[in-house]
């Protein structure tokens, strides 16, 4: 059963108080720091082309575009006016569920192939910001071999397939699917009324899963006191690494009034900068809106992972610009050729600033036939860093080098 908020009041309690009130009674070891009620943050200066993709997060079935900003920082809240818009693990795998996947076999003759090639040496102008991005250390050289999926859907995955095992039984039961380069996956649990369930518990109790908790604007109607409780939770268990996804939704499959996810985004902002969690950022149509509230609230030079972009680069460009410390997570939409948009920001990003990530069960990568498969996985981010390394021109073994380089900086895993 949902929970509906039967309080609109306990949501307007001042950061401080919510926190310190939750302190006193969470199990989890590592205590939240204090939040002051004025946050100060450090400022730098005072769409997706045509294609069949869809989940309940993106539907890319048509042309993304910004939409007017409908924020106003000196009183959102009673300026704003919301768009209507349309209402939107058993062991034993469904019949007819199986995975094609390029195997570790293939893919290291594909590195080796593509190691023979010189570099591009005529790649486009990055920008000026790529010197802004700030110094970091070196990963151990066994993790320059493999790939992080940072972002994926384990409890959503495992809901479709009606999969009851452990994520550790389910590559055992699909290991062929595994390539060896596979090296975790952050499972992103977005929706605060699922928490109650147990099973990030569980998923993140596994080898090789990290977790971010959060509250995407799809149900950003539903959060309330409690629910945020659930979220301040869970982000105190040792291997959650971030927090969101969080942000703001314009598109038609959005309900939430925008009034709503200007309240849940800022809300979760100021919790996340408080606690010095990573962002991870979700934006549909809503790119002017959310740089303003951005700016507002967060430092310029915090971690922040732009989660699932698929549009193009002057959409990006001006928070990669502001937010030096920001990363750009690309899916298996690279694979289509109509992506034309997010394949050309690609190649205009630094790729010291790309993550790799699946968003799975959606964005099958376009090798792997619908026929034999209906849902994307953890493992089969391979895909998409073969794609990258292809549109770079630059050798697999780099951008696998660089990718998990840039997962390490940002989450520290």
Known sequence: MIEASNSSGSYRSNVKTSTSRFIQDASFSPSLPAISQSLSCKNKNDSLQPNSYFSPWNDHS??????????CPSNSSSTTKSTSTDERVKKDIPVGYSYYTVTSEEMT?????????????????????????????????????????????????FSKLSFQGSFAEFREMYSYTFPKEFQGCISD????????????????????????FGCHPHFARYYNEHQERNILYALRHPKAVAFG????????????????????????????????????????????????????????????????????????????EYFPNMSVGFTAVLTYSSAWQARDALKKIPLERILIE????????????????????????????????????????????????????????
């Open 62 to 71: 048509c042309t993304s575009s910004t939409k007017i900003s409908q924020y």
């Open 109 to 157: 003759g594909h590195m080796q192939g593509t190691e023979t090639q010189a570099k591009n040496t005529n790649q486009e102008d990055a920008g000026g910001f790529a010197s802004d991005f700030l110094p970091r250390h070196h990963s151990h050289p066994s993790q320059m071999e493999g790939f992080i999926d940072t972002h994926c859907h384990l409890d959503m995955l």
């Open 189 to 212: 649990f977005c929706d605060p009324r699922t928490l109650r369930n147990g099973l990030w518990k569980e998923l993140l109790n596994e080898d090789l899963v990290w977790g971010a």
């Open 245 to 320: 996804e969080m942000g703001l939704d314009y598109s038609y499959k959005c309900t939430t009034p925008v009034p709503d996810q200007f309240r849940v985004f800022e809300r979760q902002l100021q919790l996340a900068v408080s606690m010095k969690k990573p962002l991870v950022i979700h934006c549909r149509e809503a790119d002017e809106d959310l740089m303003g509230i951005m700016k507002k609230h967060v430092p310029y030079d915090y971690k922040i992972h732009r989660h699932c972009f698929t549009g193009s680069y002057p959409l990006i460009e001006p928070l990669l």
């Open 358 to 413: 699946t968003d799975a069960p959606y964005f099958l990568p376009r090798h792997v036939p619908k026929s034999l498969c209906q849902y994307a996985h953890p493992g089969m981010g391979l895909h998409t860093v073969q794609e990258i390394a292809n549109i770079k021109n630059e050798p697999l073994s780099h951008v696998l080098a660089t990718l998990r380089e840039n997962t390490s900086h940002l989450y520290n895993i």
